[in-house]
């Protein structure tokens, strides 16, 4: 007999689940609320411990033909003075493989194009879900299944029905944008700039554009004060001139950042949220959590979507058993949050004294080796798919 899943959500998670039960030949039909896979969102890091993850789906050498990250990379001063700095090509040297940022979009396609046709329902959304029988309720009627995928992102339903006294998500108390621009032309360094609590990223997408990210210190909920005439770009999050909230924050800062922000047609503003507090484990009944449903963490390290195609992985592996998938990942993934959080303390330090320190010892710290902070991460990008 045939096994079947249900996948819930057809984001990268959701997609990267169900190709990885698709080729070990489950039958697999996701649900998606939206009428289309939309190429939303922005950039993305796809690193070395996801990279592996797309070899096994079949996709990892199409988004490694993406490769843009070269040369020096590292961290800047507001005024544009290095803190400490590597090169891209010693990463690739350790780990075998290079960090590629790719839109969201690219990355979203790459998975739904190698899923079987009509794997995808588009306009389908998930009613309640019965994590003992595999039944999930729709528009169309009821979906019985030998495994639930749920993919269904930060404010997950089918996590706050299987763990109703969970917390949820919190507010970190940083807001963030996010801009997709032209290359200006000329030399343009992978960097993150850390000024006082605020931070600029810079990175070169595979086609060529400029993924830029940026996040500050908000009350949840803000946005930028409206305004009128062509001036304002579109926004998502936020109904006013971001890229002018944009400029309030970072226009002083060291070139290309304020000629980046300048640019930008749109601008997406997100309140940065993650699950402060772990499930207690990513299984109940028949149903598994994966990506943010399971361990919303914050972008720090660049490794949501990454443990995400971890996760596709380990379940496809571990279906039968879906209480080794929960002993994997929760451990795992748990690291992976703590360490992402701890580095978003880190350079949201604010007082002069602890931004003096907090730089001076980056930088000592970067004189004993060039590769004392490729070295910790090795236990996130040192990872291995499941055989």
């Known amino acids: 007999m045939g096994r079947r899943a249900v996948v819930v ?68 001063r507001p005024d544009g003075r290095w803190i400490t700095r590597t090169d891209a090509d010693r990463a690739l040297a ?59 992102g930060l404010r997950s339903p089918i996590r706050a029905a299987l763990f109703p006294e969970h917390p949820g998500p919190v507010y970190t108390g940083v807001t963030s944008w996010r801009i997709v621009v032209p290359h200006p032309g000329g030399r343009l360094d992978p960097a993150e700039t850390w000024g006082a609590g605020k931070v600029f990223g810079v990175m070169v997408l595979g086609d060529g554009r400029v993924y830029c990210y940026a996040t500050a210190p908000a009350t949840a909920g803000d946005t930028a004060p409206a305004t009128t005439g062509d001036a304002a770009p579109a926004t998502a999050g936020g109904a006013g001139d971001e890229r002018t909230e944009m400029l309030r924050h970072f226009g002083g800062w060291h070139e290309p950042i304020p000629a980046l922000i300048a640019a930008a047609d749109e601008v997406t503003r997100t309140d940065i949220r ?35 195609l971890e996760d596709a992985l380990v379940v496809a592996a571990r279906a039968g058993e879906l209480p080794l998938y929960s002993a994997e990942r929760v451990t795992r993934t748990r690291k992976v949050s703590e360490a992402s959080r701890r ?45």
């Open 343 to 387: 580095v978003g303390r880190v350079a949201g330090l604010s007082h002069p004294l602890a931004v003096f320190s907090r730089n001076l010892g980056m930088k000592l710290a970067g004189m004993l080796g060039p590769d004392l902070v490729l070295r910790q991460m090795d236990p996130v990008l040192s990872w291995r798919p499941p055989r």
């Open 94 to 152: 350790r780990y075998g493989d290079p960090v590629i940022v790719v839109h969201r979009a690219t990355l979203v396609d790459a998975l739904a194009s190698a899923l079987a046709p009509g794997t995808v329902r588009l306009g389908m959304p998930a009613g309640a879900v019965d994590a003992e029988a595999g039944r999930v309720s729709t528009a169309d009627g009821t979906l019985t299944a030998d495994l639930v995928v749920a993919a269904d």
């Open 9 to 76: 959500g057809a984001g990268i998670g959701g997609l990267a689940s169900g190709l990885a039960l698709q080729r070990r030949g489950w039958d697999v039909t996701v649900l998606e609320r939206a009428s289309s896979l939309e190429p939303v969102g922005a950039g993305l890091a796809v690193a070395p411990n996801a990279l592996r993850a797309l070899d096994v789906l079949g996709v990892g050498e199409r988004i490694r033909g993406l490769a843009g990250l070269r040369g020096t990379a590292g961290i800047q």
């Open 274 to 308: 993650c699950l402060d507090e772990p499930l207690p484990r990513f299984h109940s009944g028949k149903v598994a959590l994966v990506g943010d449903a399971a361990h919303a963490m914050t972008p720090n390290l660049g490794q949501g979507a990454c443990q995400a």
